[in-house]
């Protein structure tokens, strides 16, 4: 609480434009009811926030609560903001800033079809164990991979498969979860 | 002990549970289970509207003069888009509703069927939260934590969209008690944090220009929180202004009130608010016709900032003590941490302060220029509050939109709270006629007036055959400038006075017209006549449309225009206000 009470100085010198815009990865946990997705994106379009990436599943069927990350991109006071206008919405439970709190993990599945025959199969198959990229289908002409990660490392496997008769792509979105023994 | 009934039956019991003794409505098709429940009942009165945006102003009104939520039942499809204005409004001026919007039924949801509208769809944003009710069984859930999220926290507007077939399904009724309520996840925070009330108890008993700024959330926190601002102010001897919303939560006969502040504000309330070295905001939200020019707004003070609703604070400007909390609580608090520390008000220290107060009171910023010909509206509205006082009763004011609404808030005094009922925050023309009508069906004794603009009464002008209808003697005072006067003033302001479309034209003789709808209808003219025409109004036992035409255009000052600094304030003797604002503030609203 203390620290807000250091002088901020004052309004006066304190403009949007000055800050910079960080990327940050929400976790909101939230009722799993009709329209929560709707209220939730809602308030995002409503307030001109933007979103990057969002997942959402029910994570406790016991309790009905999903857990909604999602990936936003704003100056450090419309975080501060996003955070409370969530947490203003009557179904939300939680909302923490992962990217703020500490060191967390990311991670991102990939479902990634690649077709071709000749050299480029054996290219596509050596390329596919450095990424340790499973394959969930395969016919003669065409193999199914599965990949998960950093969504860093999926973009570049995708890049690497471009040349190799990539024909299609479906990612998950981001799951994050805090490190440490802590649950949010 | 649960009961077996109808949905609609539930419906009807759990407002008669919750002591809803009068609610706002409009019947359809879809709605008319629900009407039936209620026809074979007298517990709950219903009043029949003209249109459904008049039930949802007409609840205002009912909920911010009581404290109570006021409550509406519309039909589906156009029923329940009628009443989107109204929900709107009550969202952003913390309005408690709880609005019951009849559905198709569950079966034909998403068919198009006739008079279907995605209900909590539309609603969505403009509402503290909707729901669609499926299943009989969540209905008596659902009524109760509707009127729960509607009235605790930061209180607003709550729509429950119920589909006809859900309305004729027979389910076991019950009274949930909180604990049940499913959403556990709804916590609003009362009490405020004990080291941040410390902390600004300490800050107040160094400032040596303080002021506080106070708000709606004054006015939503009960008539208790008023008084606790009254204490505390004059424990502190500080001066006190206040926001739009606020007005009557400090009384306006006190020394130590300043008038409004913001875009139409006093000259010495703003002067104060950007000269300060301590602000205390208790319940408002440093709108943007308060704060002007952000990045210039009270640049040298320390900020405290008491809010119910933790995403007001350091939305638009920054502050050094937040308070999370119900005005009340935190401003009980707050008296008592200044006794512990201090039995003395700050007198010597704030003399100076209230010296150069002085000095910018002289300037009387509210004065204007009278006429024996005309009528000012100024002048008009002073002659209303003399009459009114001597009335013996007790008096509420409700508004329409435009100059006459800031003239209302500058020359018509408040000594107690929830005597002002105004459409602050979106500005809605028409709110003020029905919303009078809300307020004398809950105070039927009481002198209601709604002091309107001819362009905005036009627009709710149907609810006087509601006032008509239920003996409701509302006054409508009407100051005819036969403009938008405010819409003109901007014109003036920023367009080189070219006046597009802001004329009120083919105006309807109101007297004949209040004629017509069966009250009574006067007409004035002539300053030395009008105190005998508000005699006459305020004699009549019915609804009155009053008419009173007023100078053309006159000016609402003072007014800080928007992009600019509390201290460029424009005063009531400028002449030309067309070459005041640069290319920037044209941009800005
Ligand atoms: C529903 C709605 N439409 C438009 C406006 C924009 N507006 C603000 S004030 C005003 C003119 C109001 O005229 P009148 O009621 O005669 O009041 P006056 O300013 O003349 O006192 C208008 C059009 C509004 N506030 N509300
Ligand atoms: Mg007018």
């Not at chain 2, 403009?126 to 209180?155: Q, S, W």
């Not at chain 2, 926001?243 to 306006?252: D, E, H, I, V, Y």
């Not at chain 2, 508004?399 to 929830?418: I, S």
């Amino acid at each position: 609480m203390n620290a807000h009470l250091q002088p901020t100085g004052s309004a006066y010198f304190i403009t949007s434009e000055t800050q910079e815009i960080e990327r940050h990865t929400l976790s909101v946990l939230v009722d799993n009811e009709p329209g929560i997705l709707a209220r939730v994106v809602g308030l995002f379009s409503a307030r001109g926030y933007n979103i990057e990436s969002l997942t959402v599943s029910e994570t406790e069927h016991g309790r009905r609560l999903s857990r909604i990350t999602v990936v936003v991109t704003a100056t450090p006071k419309v975080l501060v903001q996003i955070k409370l206008q969530l947490e203003r919405l009557v179904p939300v439970h939680k909302v923490h800033d992962l990217t703020a709190e500490g060191a967390s993990l990311e991670r991102e599945l990939a479902l990634i079809k690649v077709a071709g025959s000749g050299d480029h199969r054996a290219e596509t198959l050596r390329l596919a164990d450095a990424f340790r990229a499973q394959i969930v289908d395969a016919t003669v002409e065409s193999f199914v991979f599965e990949v998960t990660g950093k969504p860093a490392k999926i973009d570049s496997f995708i890049t690497l498969m471009q040349p190799l008769g990539l024909v299609e792509v479906v990612r998950t979105g981001l799951a994050a979860i805090s490190r440490g023994p802590q649950s949010m | 002990m649960a009961e077996k009934m109808t949905g609609a039956e539930m419906v009807i019991q759990a407002l008669t549970d919750q002591g809803v003794e009068h609610i706002f409505g409009y019947p359809g098709g879809a709605a008319l289970p629900i009407y039936d429940a209620m026809f074979q009942q007298d517990f709950v009165q219903h009043i029949l509207v003209r249109h459904e945006q008049g039930a949802t102003h007409m609840a205002e009104g009912y909920a911010r003069s009581t404290g109570k939520p006021g409550v509406v039942l519309v039909t589906s499809g156009p029923g329940a888009t009628n009443a989107v204005t109204g929900l709107t409004d009550a969202l952003m001026d913390s309005i408690p509703l709880v609005c019951i919007t009849a559905q198709v039924p569950t079966t034909l949801i998403g068919s198009d069927a006739f008079q279907e509208c995605d209900t909590v769809g539309i609603t969505r944003s403009c509402t503290k939260y909707n729901y669609l009710v499926k299943r009989v069984e969540d209905l008596p859930r659902i009524m109760h934590e509707a009127f729960l999220i509607a009235t605790t926290g930061r209180p607003g507007p709550v729509v429950i969209d119920i589909p006809k077939d859900v309305q004729f399904a027979v389910g076991e009724y019950y009274k949930p008690d909180s604990v049940t309520l499913r959403h556990q996840s709804y916590r609003p925070q009362v009490d405020g944090d004990a080291a941040a009330i410390e902390a600004a108890v300490d800050l107040m008993l160094k400032a040596e220009r303080p002021i506080f700024y106070t708000g709606g959330g004054v006015i939503n926190a009960g008539t208790e929180a008023s008084e606790h601002l009254r204490e505390l102010a004059e424990l502190t001897g500080f001066p006190v202004t206040s926001t739009l919303m606020g007005l009557g939560a400090f009384p306006a006969s006190h020394p130590q009130w300043m008038g409004m502040l913001g875009m139409h504000g006093t000259y010495e309330a703003n002067l104060a608010m950007h000269d300060c070295d301590v602000m205390i905001n208790i319940g408002a939200r440093f709108d943007d016709r308060i704060t002007g020019r952000v990045d210039a707004f009270s640049p040298n003070s320390r900020k405290i900032h008491v809010d119910i609703d933790p995403s007001s604070i350091n939305k638009v400007v920054r502050v050094d003590v937040p308070i999370v909390g119900d005005c009340g609580r935190v401003l009980a608090e707050m008296v008592r941490v200044w006794r512990s520390k201090t039995n003395q008000p700050r007198t010597e220290a704030i003399a100076p302060w209230w010296a150069e107060i002085a000095t910018w009171r002289a300037v009387n910023s509210l004065g204007y220029k009278n006429s024996d010909t005309v009528i000012k509206p100024q002048y008009a509205i002073e002659r209303l509050y003399e009459a009114t006082r001597k009335q013996g009763k007790d008096v509420f004011i409700t508004t329409e939109v435009g100059q006459h609404q800031m003239w209302a808030a500058q020359h018509f005094h408040f000594d107690k709270p929830n005597r002002w009922m105004t459409s602050g925050g979106l500005g809605t023309m028409g709110y003020g006629l029905p919303a009078a009508v809300g307020v004398q069906v809950a105070h039927p004794d009481a002198l209601v007036i709604d002091i309107a603009g001819e362009a905005s009464v036009q627009m709710t002008m149907q609810e006087l055959s509601t006032a008509v209808q239920y003996r409701l003697p509302i006054k409508i005072f009407i100051l005819n400038n036969e403009r938008m006067g405010m819409v003109r003033q901007w014109q003036d302001l920023l367009h080189g006075s070219r006046y597009a479309h802001s004329y009120s034209e083919s105006l309807p003789d109101f007297v004949k017209l209040a004629e017509a709808y069966g009250g009574k209808g006067i007409r004035c003219e002539n300053p030395a006549e009008l105190d005998a025409a508000i005699a006459e109004m305020l004699d009549y036992d019915g609804p009155v449309l009053f008419d009173v035409i007023v100078e053309k255009d006159e000016n609402c000052l003072p007014m800080i225009p928007s992009g600019k600094p509390h201290n460029e304030i424009i005063l009531p003797d400028t002449a030309n206000i067309g070459s005041i604002i640069d290319e920037k503030g044209r941009a800005l609203v």
